[in-house]
């Protein structure tokens, strides 16, 4: 993993994002990374894990090929056996503590903290995420 200096709760400093962007480029060219597998410390260990913060620039790295991203979610009809637990699952996280598993997801993709409930946005945004994560 990369450690970032932050305390958690400031903006990364534009520096450290382009320094940031040269190592993962380099990382990825090197050993065939693939897009997908770029995650944070909270996606691999929710439980224990809560870093990066919500301040991290996750779409702006995704647009750069550093990671799983999701679109325009307002055509979206979910079905009506979406389960938002087995699309975590799909998409990556552990679902071992999905209160933790949750709050991570939040934290990732929708900027939120402390929050271990999913609005109809968020399942949209999630079933999106989802289908990218087969392909």
Known sequence: GIELDNDGFEPFPDEQLNSLAILLDTLKNRFNIPTNNFIGHEDIAPMR???????FPWDYFAQKGFGLWYGDTSAIVLPTNFDPIQALRIVGYSVKDTTATLAAFKRHFL???????????????????MNRSLF
């Open 111 to 129: 900027k939120e903290e402390n929050n271990d409930t999913l609005s109809q946005g968020d399942k949209k945004v999630l079933y999106d995420l």
């Open 49 to 55: 894990k809560n870093d990066p913060n919500v301040n």
